[in-house]
């Protein structure tokens, strides 16, 4: 109701969905329909019968290197092709990607969130939507204009937890993890597990650093 309230809202998120349905890719999430019923706009999409990741690193974590490769690479790719047609999801997190089959990683609502973040805000300037954890720094300012380095950055974040079991940075409020976001160097992954090799290491670090 909130997003509806807003027409150009509203036609932002109905132009996003209908550009993830021209996307085919494995790794993202098919979007079969979009319309509108009297008040009511929907998005008809894929049932994923799956894991999701946030779920699979707690039982899994630390991965190891052939599922962590069978999981990442998919998904950078998926992502790659969705920003060279313009999506940026700014939201990319483990609780929207689900692990299919066991090894076959889906990531969801691709387009959905990046039409919500722009608009719903509408003049709120600094307005910080996502989640917190896995934000990239320009994120975290309120950047309006995001590009896909930004979901580059939480991609980063999600193959540390992968590696190590844990987020690289945590804090005891919402603003305390900001700072921290804003202010800290990210240490490398192979500081926390010794047994990733260091070109992992370094595409890890390559993705979190702090400046886009």
Known sequence: PELSASEE???RLMREAQLVARLRHPNIVRVYDVGEEGEHRFIVMELLDGMA???FIIDNAPIDLPTFFGLFQPLAEGMGQAHQ?????RDVKPGNIIVVDGQKPVLTDFGIASAWSADAKLTKDGLVLGTPAYMSPEQARGSRELDGRSDVF??????????????????????????KRLKEDIPPVDS?????????????S?????DP
């Open 192 to 204: 926390l597990n010794p047994e990733v090799p260091e070109s992992v290491a370094q595409v890890v």
């Open 53 to 55: 990741l946030d779920r």
């Open 85 to 89: 047609v313009g999506i940026v999801h």
């Open 9 to 11: 809202a509203t036609a």
């Open 206 to 210: 390559k993705a979190l650093v702090r």
């Open 154 to 179: 939480s991609l980063g974040m999600m193959m540390f937890e992968a590696l190590t079991g844990q987020l690289p940075q945590t804090g005891s409020s919402f603003m305390d993890l900001i700072h």
